[in-house]
């Protein structure tokens, strides 16, 4: 949240814009993102409004993919970039239709060109949330051997409207700034650029087994597993299973379907690791000049190197 020093009964409401503006190193003010005020909370003790802010991603989480099984906006073959871009547009782009479109609210919501730069695939997602879709679209691309991110990017119409435009990226968000990259950035205490450092390893919600079922009844159901041998075998202890229902979103209609799903669901469950802390301006590492938002950067804590973006 972030916490203003007054009451601001006249600023703060439902879905009003929260904008922040960024300079590097003494250059051009610039967008950095645009978020969206859907909580808020007075504090009468000290007189002060605190706002929680929300995303452009946000628009995603509020909607379903309101269309049957059989459908051709629920089961599609394309790909994985492309075919989120399609969800995007049948949810809340051109095609929503009247009531859902937000293509002609504010400065209105554009979804990017198709590139066909993740792999291809068969998914199925039918009343399901759009938001979670994309995320285990993104998770089958990296699985398939193609990272797949994406976001909802705001700028300025020329009327001085907020627009929105749902973009993907492949490979990183930004530029690559790894140790074996042509232009690589380190952080680190020994770099002076990296304060309250910290590596974490979560094995709390991880899976290494997952049972994939498919289409049909009972014994007769198509069942397609996943499982990462490496993982399960780091501790004796360390086999963790979920189970993945590929029919649900019509497209478990094979073995190799069912168990595309899996290997999709396989990959979220991989335990997180982490490595952050407080990034400090330096000569050499400045926000905004020699690395910006999504670059992959190499950090160094507890003499480990990892690539963190």
Same mark, same amino acid.
């Given at each position: 949240?972030?916490?203003?020093p007054?009451?601001?009964?006249?600023?703060?409401?439902?879905d009003?814009?929260?904008?922040?503006?960024?300079?590097?190193?003494?250059?051009?003010?610039?967008?950095?993102?645009?978020?969206?005020?859907?909580?808020?909370?007075?504090?009468?003790?000290n007189?002060?409004?605190?706002?929680?802010?929300?995303?452009?991603?946000?628009?995603a989480q509020?909607?379903?993919?309101?269309?049957?099984?059989?459908?051709?906006?629920?089961?599609?073959?394309?790909?994985?970039?492309?075919?989120?871009?399609?969800?995007?547009?049948?949810?809340?782009?051109?095609?929503?239709?009247?009531?859902?479109?937000?293509?002609?609210?504010?400065?209105?919501?554009?979804?990017?060109?198709?590139?066909?730069?993740?792999?291809?695939?068969?998914?199925?997602?039918?009343w399901?949330?759009?938001?979670?879709?994309?995320?285990?679209?993104?998770?089958?691309?990296?699985?398939?051997g193609?990272?797949?991110?994406?976001?909802m990017?705001?700028?300025?119409?020329?009327?001085?409207?907020?627009?929105?435009?749902?973009?993907?990226?492949?490979?990183?968000?930004?530029?690559?700034?790894?140790?074996?990259?042509?232009?690589?950035?380190?952080?680190?205490?020994?770099?002076?650029?990296?304060?309250?450092?910290? @590596? #974490?390893? =979560?094995? !709390?919600?991880?899976?290494?087994?997952?049972?994939g079922r498919?289409?049909?009844? &009972? /014994? *007769?159901? @198509? #069942?397609? =597993?996943? !499982?990462?041998?490496?993982?399960i075998g780091?501790?004796?202890?360390?086999?963790? &299973? /979920? *189970?993945?229902?590929?029919?649900?979103?019509?497209?478990?209609?094979?073995?190799?379907?069912?168990?595309?799903?899996?290997?999709?669901?396989?990959?979220?469950?991989?335990p997180?690791?982490?490595?952050?802390?407080?990034?400090?301006?330096?000569?050499?590492?400045?926000?905004d000049?020699?690395?910006?938002?999504?670059?992959r950067?190499?950090?160094?804590?507890?003499?480990?190197?990892?690539d963190?973006?």
């Amino acid at each position: 949240a972030i916490v203003l020093p007054d009451y601001y009964d006249n600023y703060v409401k439902l879905d009003y814009n929260l904008e922040f503006w960024r300079h590097g190193g003494g250059g051009v003010l610039k967008l950095f993102n645009v978020y969206f005020i859907r909580r808020w909370m007075y504090n009468d003790d000290n007189s002060t409004t605190a706002v929680w802010r929300y995303d452009g991603n946000y628009l995603a989480q509020g909607r379903i993919v309101a269309y049957d099984a059989a459908s051709a906006e629920a089961l599609q073959t394309d790909y994985l970039d492309d075919m989120s871009k399609v969800i995007m547009i049948d949810a809340l782009g051109a095609d929503a239709g009247t009531g859902r479109t937000l293509s002609s609210v504010g400065g209105g919501v554009t979804i990017a060109a198709e590139l066909g730069a993740a792999p291809s695939a068969t998914k199925g997602f039918s009343w399901r949330n759009v938001h979670d879709v994309l995320l285990d679209l993104a998770a089958a691309s990296k699985q398939a051997g193609t990272n797949l991110y994406f976001d909802m990017v705001p700028s300025f119409t020329s009327a001085g409207k907020i627009a929105w435009k749902f973009v993907t990226y492949t490979g990183q968000r930004g530029a690559d700034h790894t140790s074996d990259s042509a232009n690589p950035l380190h952080f680190g205490a020994a770099w002076g650029n990296l304060s309250g450092g910290y @590596y #974490e390893a =979560d094995h !709390s919600e991880e899976w290494n087994y997952v049972y994939g079922r498919g289409q049909g009844v &009972e /014994e *007769y159901r @198509y #069942e397609g =597993d996943a !499982s990462d041998t490496a993982r399960i075998g780091a501790s004796k202890w360390n086999r963790r &299973e /979920e *189970y993945c229902n590929a029919s649900a979103g019509g497209e478990g209609a094979s073995v190799a379907a069912t168990t595309a799903d899996a290997e999709a669901r396989l990959e979220q469950g991989r335990p997180k690791w982490r490595a952050g802390g407080t990034l400090l301006d330096t000569p050499q590492a400045r926000y905004d000049v020699d690395f910006g938002f999504g670059d992959r950067v190499s950090v160094d804590i507890r003499h480990k190197q990892i690539d963190a973006e």
